[in-house]
């Protein structure tokens, strides 16, 4: 089975546009979770989504969106883009909660 | 909120050296995590404990879960530069979501 993969791997953005981010999860895995991760302050959980629908979100400004099609690919947005946004995206694919996670390799989003 | 801690924050030793990570909280989860991450790429999973008390060995590492589910500890014997990477602790928050740590980054010199 092929892994999660993400796209784009690597991006510039500069303060104020907004983002699209790509995750196609494994196959067969309908549960997509999105992370942050910055060196300040970790892996922090951004939100899931299950069955095309947000089943839990974290505590990030409104500014961070996401959605899930039908055949379970993923899409999180970001706007109107801040400096401190740089960071590595990263999304993991479940067959269901609480199942182990498989990551992808990330995206490197940087904001200038 | 739930926090995970990690310590050390960095750890770097010689090939063959034994050492220790941890991971504590105040909060219990129903099940602890450990990941490595390389450089470039995703965290990818080790072991996953359930039961306080638990452990879990996987060759040269050892993993241990508190008895009271706050707490872990990652133990690797005669590490080799292979197990260089960023280690993280994530607690399953009953199912809602995953709480990681901040990571103890390991290098293992030659």
């Known amino acids: 089975k092929a892994g999660v993969t993400q796209t784009p791997r690597y991006l510039i953005k500069t303060r104020g546009q907004q983002v699209t981010l790509s995750c196609s999860p494994i196959?067969?895995?309908?549960?997509v979770s999105w992370y942050q991760q910055t060196p300040g302050q970790g892996l922090q959980f951004l939100f899931e989504?299950?069955?095309?629908?947000?089943?839990n979100k974290g505590n990030f400004p409104g500014r961070f969106s996401g959605r899930q099609f039908s055949n379970s690919r993923s899409e999180m947005n970001v706007s109107t883009l801040e400096l401190g946004d740089s960071a590595l995206y990263l999304c993991?694919?479940?067959?269901?909660?609480?199942?182990?996670?498989?990551f992808g390799p990330g995206t490197r989003l940087t904001v200038t | 909120t739930q926090l995970l801690e990690q310590s050390p924050q960095f750890l770097s030793i010689q090939e063959g050296e034994n050492l220790t990570v941890y991971c504590n909280s105040s909060?219990?989860?129903?099940?602890l995590q450990w990941y490595r991450q390389e450089p470039g790429e995703g965290p990818v999973l080790l072991v996953t404990?359930?039961?306080?008390?638990e452990v879990k060995k996987l060759k040269r590492l050892t993993f241990q879960f508190g008895d009271a589910r706050k707490d872990s500890s990652l133990h690797i014997t005669a590490a080799q530069p292979g197990d260089t990477g960023l280690y993280l602790c994530?607690?399953?928050?009953?199912?809602?979501?995953?709480?990681f740590g901040p990571g103890t980054r390991l290098s293992v010199l030659p």
């Open positions: 994530a607690g399953d928050n009953y199912g809602q979501n995953f709480v």
């Open positions: 404990v359930v039961t306080g008390g």
């Open positions: 989504y299950f069955s095309e629908t947000q089943r």
């Open positions: 909060s219990v989860f129903s099940s």
């Open positions: 196959s067969g895995h309908r549960s």
């Open positions: 993991a694919s479940s067959p269901g909660q609480g199942i182990r996670q498989y």
